[in-house]
Protein backbone atom coordinates (compact mmCIF):
# COMPACT_ATOMS: atom_id res chain seq x y z
CA UNK A 1 0.00 0.00 0.00
CA UNK A 2 1.10 3.67 -0.47
CA UNK A 3 -0.73 6.39 1.06
CA UNK A 4 -0.51 10.26 -0.72
CA UNK A 5 -1.13 12.94 1.05
CA UNK A 6 -1.01 16.38 -0.74
CA UNK A 7 -1.01 19.70 0.20
CA UNK A 8 0.15 23.59 -0.96
CA UNK A 9 -3.61 24.22 -2.52
CA UNK A 10 -5.65 27.81 -1.79
CA UNK A 11 -6.39 31.05 -3.39
CA UNK A 12 -3.89 32.94 -5.62
CA UNK A 13 -4.62 35.74 -8.06
CA UNK A 14 -4.75 34.84 -11.93
CA UNK A 15 -0.53 35.17 -13.05
CA UNK A 16 0.78 33.89 -9.65
CA UNK A 17 2.16 30.67 -7.98
CA UNK A 18 1.94 27.67 -6.15
CA UNK A 19 3.45 25.05 -5.42
CA UNK A 20 1.78 21.69 -4.38
CA UNK A 21 3.24 18.34 -2.39
CA UNK A 22 2.31 15.23 -2.15
CA UNK A 23 3.95 13.08 0.67
CA UNK A 24 4.31 9.49 0.37
CA UNK A 25 4.56 6.26 2.70
CA UNK A 26 4.34 2.72 2.30
CA UNK A 27 6.14 0.64 0.14
CA UNK A 28 9.32 2.05 -1.79
CA UNK A 29 8.05 5.10 -3.54
CA UNK A 30 11.37 5.64 -5.73
CA UNK A 31 9.76 2.65 -7.73
CA UNK A 32 6.59 4.48 -8.69
CA UNK A 33 5.63 6.55 -11.65
CA UNK A 34 3.68 9.59 -10.39
CA UNK A 35 1.34 11.71 -11.80
CA UNK A 36 -1.05 14.73 -11.10
CA UNK A 37 -4.76 15.23 -12.24
CA UNK A 38 -6.97 17.72 -11.39
CA UNK A 39 -11.15 17.65 -11.22
CA UNK A 40 -13.18 20.83 -11.78
CA UNK A 41 -16.95 20.47 -10.33
CA UNK A 42 -19.23 18.53 -13.16
CA UNK A 43 -15.85 17.73 -15.45
CA UNK A 44 -14.36 14.30 -15.37
CA UNK A 45 -11.04 13.87 -13.97
CA UNK A 46 -7.82 15.65 -16.09
CA UNK A 47 -4.01 14.58 -16.53
CA UNK A 48 -1.91 17.40 -15.19
CA UNK A 49 1.69 16.08 -15.05
CA UNK A 50 3.33 12.79 -15.01
CA UNK A 51 6.92 11.74 -13.85
CA UNK A 52 8.28 8.15 -14.14
CA UNK A 53 10.84 6.55 -11.64
CA UNK A 54 13.42 7.57 -13.77
CA UNK A 55 12.57 11.21 -13.47
CA UNK A 56 10.89 11.49 -17.41
CA UNK A 57 8.24 13.84 -17.71
CA UNK A 58 4.94 14.63 -19.77
CA UNK A 59 2.38 17.53 -19.27
CA UNK A 60 -1.06 17.94 -20.75
CA UNK A 61 -0.58 20.55 -23.64
CA UNK A 62 -2.89 23.18 -21.35
CA UNK A 63 -0.22 23.91 -18.43
CA UNK A 64 2.84 22.97 -20.83
CA UNK A 65 5.41 25.68 -20.00
CA UNK A 66 4.27 26.56 -17.04
CA UNK A 67 3.88 23.85 -14.55
CA UNK A 68 6.78 21.99 -13.52
CA UNK A 69 6.35 18.39 -11.72
CA UNK A 70 9.32 16.96 -9.43
CA UNK A 71 10.42 14.61 -7.11
CA UNK A 72 12.24 14.22 -4.11
CA UNK A 73 12.92 10.26 -3.47
CA UNK A 74 15.13 10.81 -0.67
CA UNK A 75 11.84 12.80 1.13
CA UNK A 76 9.33 10.52 -0.36
CA UNK A 77 7.56 13.46 -2.03
CA UNK A 78 6.66 14.96 -4.85
CA UNK A 79 5.63 18.58 -6.29
CA UNK A 80 4.05 20.18 -8.76
CA UNK A 81 5.07 24.13 -9.58
CA UNK A 82 2.21 25.65 -10.92
CA UNK A 83 3.22 29.57 -12.79
CA UNK A 84 1.08 31.74 -14.85
CA UNK A 85 -1.75 30.54 -13.15
CA UNK A 86 -5.01 31.12 -14.70
CA UNK A 87 -8.69 30.72 -13.67
CA UNK A 88 -9.08 27.89 -16.09
CA UNK A 89 -6.57 26.00 -13.44
CA UNK A 90 -9.43 26.17 -10.35
CA UNK A 91 -9.70 22.85 -9.58
CA UNK A 92 -9.10 19.93 -7.03
CA UNK A 93 -5.50 19.00 -7.44
CA UNK A 94 -4.68 14.97 -6.84
CA UNK A 95 -1.38 13.08 -6.75
CA UNK A 96 -1.41 9.21 -7.76
CA UNK A 97 1.09 6.32 -8.15
CA UNK A 98 1.54 4.03 -10.46
CA UNK A 99 3.75 1.03 -10.74
CA UNK A 100 3.82 0.87 -13.91
CA UNK A 101 7.84 2.05 -15.01
CA UNK A 102 6.54 3.61 -18.92
CA UNK A 103 5.07 7.43 -18.56
CA UNK A 104 1.56 7.43 -18.85
CA UNK A 105 -1.51 10.02 -18.96
CA UNK A 106 -4.03 6.96 -18.09
CA UNK A 107 -5.79 7.55 -14.88
CA UNK A 108 -6.85 3.67 -15.00
CA UNK A 109 -2.89 3.04 -14.39
CA UNK A 110 -2.80 4.48 -11.41
CA UNK A 111 -2.86 2.20 -8.32
CA UNK A 112 -3.17 5.02 -5.30
CA UNK A 113 -4.77 8.00 -5.14
CA UNK A 114 -4.51 11.17 -2.43
CA UNK A 115 -7.69 13.22 -1.57
CA UNK A 116 -6.60 16.52 -3.29
CA UNK A 117 -5.97 19.56 -2.44
CA UNK A 118 -8.01 22.86 -4.20
CA UNK A 119 -6.46 25.23 -6.09
CA UNK A 120 -8.90 27.96 -6.99
CA UNK A 121 -7.13 31.44 -9.29
CA UNK A 122 -9.04 34.10 -9.17
CA UNK A 123 -9.39 36.90 -12.46
Known amino acids: QVQLVESGGGLVQAGGSLRLSCAAS????????MGWFRQAPGKEREFVAT???????YYADSVKGRFAISRDNAKNTLYLQMNSLKPEDTSVYVC?????????????????WGQGTQVTVSS
Open 96 to 112: AATSLFIVTTNSRDYDY
Open 26 to 33: GRTFSRYG
Open 51 to 57: INYIGRT
